[in-house]
């Protein structure tokens, strides 16, 4: 049984930042893409970030691009995404996501197959 479990977030004043925590458990996390998507209010789910299994290939949305950076650790089966200079539209609910299958990536929401429980970031003005 695959299992992410999401830490970090909370309430932040515009400009701040804040890190979330996403660890794994059930799969070989070393061999995986991990990938960050978010849900604004009334907004479908969309990409924000990932990272390939070794570290290798990073992307970013575009709207988060220079202000957000992910990273990982092997040896804790855990997944980073440091937030920078938050900006209002920022607020949303954040997960972390698994794709579906070893040494492959893609932003595609599908390929993930496994998701977090989500955590809240709320950036006020």
């Known amino acids: 049984q695959v299992q992410l479990v999401e830490s970090g977030g909370g309430l932040v004043q515009a400009g701040g930042s804040l890190r979330l925590s996403c660890t794994c458990s059930g799969r070989t996390f070393s061999t995986y893409a991990m990938g960050w998507f978010r849900q604004r209010p009334g907004t479908e789910r969309e990409f924000v970030a990932l990272?390939?299994?070794?570290?290798?290939?990073?992307t970013y949305a575009d709207s988060v691009k220079g202000r957000f950076a992910v990273s990982r650790d092997n040896t804790k089966n855990t997944v980073y995404l440091e937030m920078g200079n938050l900006k209002p539209d920022d607020t949303a609910v954040y997960y972390c996501?698994?794709?579906?299958?070893?040494?492959?990536?893609?932003?595609?929401?599908?390929?993930?197959?496994?998701w977090g429980q989500g955590t809240q970031v709320t950036v006020s003005p």
């Open positions: 996501a698994i794709y579906h299958k070893p040494y492959a990536f893609s932003m595609g929401r599908s390929q993930y197959d496994y």
């Open positions: 990272i390939s299994w070794n570290s290798g290939s990073k």
